[in-house]
């Protein structure tokens, strides 16, 4: 309404036929638009006649907005923006990071989902090549490339999150908002239709597996992103147990933003909570592993164990999203710190120009009476001598700052009585100049 309003004021103005202002108050957006166009068909002087453009409904252009996301061409095009350069950012650097985790996690579970699915047939002779390969620890590293993406986590919660206002309540409301609607319909593509399309000799080994673990009455726990604590114990790690990353997640990112805002309130303090939810994390998960007797080997049986009690359990990742946590807080405290650098060197040119002398250091405290005891003769004479020392110097600064003060008077009664002389002398010169012309 308020482009259509705009575009007919300017036509009018232009063809000069009425005044735009009371056409404008007195006129609605349709009739408006409709004399702007007419209008705009009228030559103008020393032009064309414009010609009118014509009007879309607001259905179409909101239909063909929604076609264009889906455009390989364009402006908007998939292919046309693949080859404009993004304007650089400080986060960049962690691109990398994510692309080669993802490439071993990949890795990872490309190897072991042959296990789960099919299963092997000299299972033994595989077990003794991942135990004995040096390249089983290539596909086995898997695990520890997930501990990469809650370090990004971390690190991009505090780093976006340090300059602006964090409210939890907003911040879970905005994370539930923007997953829950895919997750949801991830689940119900997983339990009501996927089921129906597998075929071959281990389809019903995966429709079993789908219908025992989702048709019970845990299925929501995964839904709300709290399967990490609710239910503990499940049947092949829950519906969907690939989704416990996002459970492990949302736990963080409330845990992120609890300290986030500490840190913000008191530095010290976020970084003494932050320090003790790592260490207790640390050693609950030593305590696990060595009262379980867990192991990591992703071919043999004992993976499951490892995987109830370790893989999956926030305590055993939180280490890793911590130090991402902290990470922009040392980064902050050490620009403060170069600020402040940067800012004394700036000021120590304009105290010297202004001839301002530096502060005394600050007098040495006397030790105690145990310590007077203790204390060998040369440091005693020194501690003696020093205060005698700092006094000298004071007494050396003020009697100089004197001494300036007087010879600053005395240049200037100097200047002063030469310049008096050079005037009397002049004033001489006039009155023998006139004297002798008379």
């Known amino acids: 309404r308020r482009s259509a ?37 009228v030559p103008a002087a020393g032009g064309r006649p414009a010609r009118p453009r014509p009007s879309q409904p607001p259905s179409s252009t909101s239909i063909w907005r929604f076609l264009e996301a889906f455009s390989l061409t ?24 994510k692309v080669l985790s993802m490439f071993f996690i990949i890795l990872g579970h490309g190897c072991s989902e042959a296990k789960y699915v099919a299963g092997y047939r000299n299972m033994d002779e595989v077990i003794d090549a991942f135990s004995t390969s040096p390249f089983s620890s290539i596909f086995c590293s898997g695990h520890l490339c997930v501990d990469t993406f809650f370090f990004i986590s971390g690190f991009l919660l505090s780093h976006m999150g340090r300059r602006r206002a964090t409210p939890l309540s907003l911040g879970v409301l905005h994370r539930y908002r923007r997953l829950l609607p895919l997750l949801s319909f991830v689940m119900m593509m997983y ?7 597998a075929s071959g000799p281990f389809a019903p080994r995966f429709q079993s597996e789908v ?26 790690g829950g519906c969907m147990g690939w989704a416990w990353y996002l459970s492990v997640d949302m736990t963080f990112a409330i845990v992120g933003m609890v300290l986030l805002n500490i840190w913000k309130r008191s530095a010290p303090l976020g970084w003494v909570c932050a320090a003790l939810l790592f260490c207790g994390c640390v050693v609950l998960t030593i305590q696990q ?21 370790l893989y999956t359990r926030p305590y055993a990742r939180f280490p890793c999203f911590c130090v991402g946590l902290v990470a922009p807080w040392g980064i902050a405290a050490h620009e403060e710190r170069e600020r402040r650098r940067r800012r004394q060197r700036q000021q120590r040119p304009a105290t010297v120009l202004l001839g301002a002398a530096p502060p005394p250091p600050p007098p040495a405290r006397a030790p105690s009476g ?13 501690r003696v001598e020093e205060p005698e020392v700092a006094a ?5 600064r003020a009697t100089s700052a004197k001494e300036e003060s007087v010879n600053a008077a005395s240049a200037s009664v100097v200047n002063k009585s030469a310049n008096a002389a050079k005037r009397m002398k002049r004033a001489h010169s006039f009155r023998s100049m006139d004297r002798k012309s008379k």
């Open 289 to 309: 592993a060595w009262y379980y007797e867990l192991r990591y080997h992703m071919v043999d049986t004992s993976f499951h164990e490892y995987s109830h009690y």
């Open 211 to 236: 219908l025992s673990s989702c048709k019970g009455e845990n299925w929501w726990s995964q839904l709300l992103l709290i399967s990490d604590w609710y239910p503990w114990s499940t049947l092949n």
């Open 74 to 97: 364009g402006e908007k095009g998939s292919l046309s923006s693949l080859s404009k350069a993004d304007a650089k950012r400080p986060t960049d650097c962690l691109d990398g990071m």
């Open 370 to 382: 145990v310590a007077r005891a203790w204390e060998p003769p040369k440091l005693r004479d020194r």
């Open 191 to 197: 339990i009501c239709v996927v089921p129906h399309l």
């Open 5 to 41: 309003l705009l575009a007919g004021r300017g036509a009018l103005l232009g063809a000069g036929a009425v005044d735009a202002d009371s056409a404008v108050d007195s006129a609605d957006a349709d009739s408006v638009a409709r004399q702007g166009a007419v209008a705009a068909s």
């Open 392 to 396: 000298g110097v004071s007494r050396h």
